[in-house]
């Protein structure tokens, strides 16, 4: 069964500095990948997905994510971090081919300080 | 365009009432699913209609939870009875078929409190 794995619950960073939310998986063959963001009080949005080919992956509002094979990665990144981006981020796998099922994990909370 | 609607925004019940959701998905798109989100947890996924059939409900409680979409447009999840550990928030989202099903859109979430 595929699984994902954030080992930071809560992350507290500086305007204006930079960025990474580890995700690790689990699933046996070559997984889709997705990072979503969910501010408080609202739905979740995507922000970037990984299906095959290039490994760093460019979604909206500046952020990037890298698929790394040899460690089972899929770690989130934004150069430089404005207080708007404080939201909870959640990683998602699901398993390419055949039925789409996402399974997604417990979250980072991102609290930026001025 | 408009996004996913849910109604309530917010509930409040005591242990072993019922309750009943509602979501209207993006015009168009043909698959429907309902999560349940706990509080510090990730998203689960309750059921997964395409258009008015149900593709997977294996994590559906299936002893209180019940959920329909009859004209595979809006859908209605129901929790009777409902138990302290119903205690989440309940997100919609939809897509426009199950093949994209990646292309997932969120609406608000329907927050539950079970007293």
């Known amino acids: 069964a595929q699984s994902v794995t954030q080992p930071d619950i809560h992350i507290t960073v500086s305007e204006g500095a930079s960025l990474e939310l580890r995700c690790n998986y689990s699933?046996?063959?070559?997984?889709?990948l997705f990072w979503y963001v969910q501010s408080p009080g609202q739905g979740l949005q995507l922000l970037l997905k990984?299906?095959?080919?290039?490994?760093l992956v460019q979604g909206i509002k500046g952020f990037e994510a890298e698929f790394k094979r040899s460690q089972s990665s899929f770690n989130l990144r934004k150069p430089s971090v404005h207080w708007s981006d404080a939201a909870e981020y959640f990683c998602a796998v699901g398993k390419s081919g055949g039925y789409q099922k996402v399974t997604f994990g417990t979250g980072t909370k991102l609290q930026v300080i001025p | 365009e408009a996004g996913v609607a849910q109604s309530p925004r917010y509930k409040i019940i005591e242990k072993r009432q019922s309750v009943a959701f509602w979501c209207n998905p993006i015009s168009g798109h043909a698959t429907l699913y309902w999560y349940q989100q706990i509080l510090g947890q990730g998203p689960k996924l309750l059921i997964q209609?395409?258009?008015?059939?149900?593709?997977?409900d294996s994590q559906l409680p299936k002893d209180r939870f019940s959920a329909e979409r009859l004209k595979g447009v809006d859908s209605t999840l129901k929790i009777q009875p409902a138990k302290l550990e119903d205690s989440a928030v309940y997100l919609c989202a939809s897509s426009l078929d199950v093949v994209s099903s990646y292309e997932q859109y969120f609406g608000p979430g329907t927050r539950l409190t079970v007293t």
């Open positions: 209609f395409q258009n008015n059939g149900v593709v997977d």
């Open positions: 990984y299906f095959s080919g290039d490994t």
């Open positions: 699933y046996g063959a070559t997984p889709y």
